[in-house]
């Protein structure tokens, strides 16, 4: 995953909980943290949902806005259900293959358990940075809040 930053996100289209097409390319010129989750429902994904979601009016105040991805190997029906269930406000997107996490180099920890991701990415679709949450719901969210706030001093963020 490390051995992506730097460098162009892999661009995709997937299906989103509703059932419509979703390209990354659509979020062209805006900054977005796409995060990769194993289940909808299991209870470390099912915090790191809500985590996000605590936390999305602060992505979106920042300046610009942040966009908010979700992507799982969950079904589009089981997505919506998730989304619905726990008031999701940002995008949740079926990748039953694992096409896109491979594509993201997202492991599969023990051969059975995808790994939880983050990839912030930039307006240009470069990736600024990668993060494994494994456990740590929590701090996965504030860390990468932390993240876009050091890249915003950097004056990298407008």
């Not at 605590?54 to 908010?68: A, G, I, M, R």
């Not at 589009?76 to 896109?100: A, M, W």
């Not at 915003?152 to 407008?158: A, H, L, M």
Request: aromatic content about 12%.
């Amino acid at each position: 995953m490390s051995s992506l930053l730097g460098h162009s996100a892999p661009d995709f289209n997937l299906k989103t909980s509703e059932g419509e097409d979703f390209y990354l390319t659509s979020l062209e010129g805006s900054w977005k943290v796409i995060f990769f989750y194993a289940k909808a429902g299991s209870p470390t994904c099912k915090r790191g949902c809500l985590n996000f979601k605590e936390q999305y009016d602060l992505f979106k105040s920042l300046n610009p806005p942040v966009e908010v991805i979700g992507i799982s190997q969950d079904s589009v029906k089981q997505h919506n259900e998730f989304k619905i269930e726990l008031d999701l406000p940002f995008t949740l997107l079926s990748d039953p293959n694992r096409i896109v996490a491979e594509m993201y180099k997202v492991p599969v920890h023990l051969g059975l358990f995808p790994a939880k991701s983050s990839f912030v990415i930039g307006p240009d679709n470069t990736i600024h940075y990668v993060y494994d949450w494994l456990f740590r719901p929590r701090k996965h969210v504030a860390k990468i809040l932390d993240t876009l706030s050091n890249i915003t001093e950097g004056d990298r963020f407008t």
